[in-house]
């Protein structure tokens, strides 16, 4: 009795392994798509935009949080 509990017990353990494997999986998956779907994003801006403005845009940004933080 105690050897088919045992058993019993083991095969429960596989089964909530499996299951949380695939909870994972699917979690990864899903983050993965919306990372390519960003990647598209930006790389659709970048395009509209051109490297050279998008890298200004970011270089103005940076200084405006820079003369934020030296005001605090």
Do not use: H
Not at 42 to 54: C, E, R, T, V
Request: charged content about 35%.
């Amino acid at each position: 009795q105690a050897l088919d509990r045992t058993e019993k017990a083991v095969g429960q353990s596989r089964d909530m392994l499996l299951k949380n494997q695939q909870a994972i999986y699917a979690r990864l998956d899903a983050v993965t798509q919306r990372q390519e779907k960003i990647f598209s994003y930006i790389a659709s801006y970048i395009d509209a935009k051109g490297k050279a403005g998008l890298f200004d845009d970011i270089k103005a940004l940076y200084k405006d949080e820079k003369n934020k933080r030296e005001k605090i």
